[in-house]
């Protein structure tokens, strides 16, 4: 669950960085290849944000409930 969590904060940054990119694209060059850049930004945003979003799941939350398996209690406290 965490990681879809992640996933989705990262494409909606993701994504808001690819319509900045976009709206720069467009003033430079033609509309139909402004259209074809913004829909590979768009799907390549999708695409690469899901392996992103794995490893900053495992770096920073599976790696977490590994050091604390009884759920943030010290194995030194259990009974």
């Known amino acids: 669950?965490?990681?879809m969590i992640?996933?989705?904060v990262l494409v909606a940054i993701g994504e808001i960085v690819a319509f900045g990119v976009g709206q720069a694209i467009d003033m430079v060059v033609p509309a139909a290849?402004?259209?074809?850049i913004a829909?590979?930004?768009f799907f390549g945003v999708i695409w690469a944000?899901?392996?992103v979003a794995v490893w900053v799941t495992e770096k920073w939350f599976v790696r977490d409930a590994e050091a604390n398996p009884a759920g943030?209690?010290?194995p030194a406290r259990l009974p």
């Open 39 to 41: 829909m590979a930004l």
């Open 72 to 74: 943030g209690t010290s």
């Open 6 to 8: 992640v996933y989705v």
């Open 33 to 36: 290849w402004s259209m074809i």
């Open 1 to 3: 669950m965490i990681v």
């Open 49 to 51: 944000m899901w392996p």
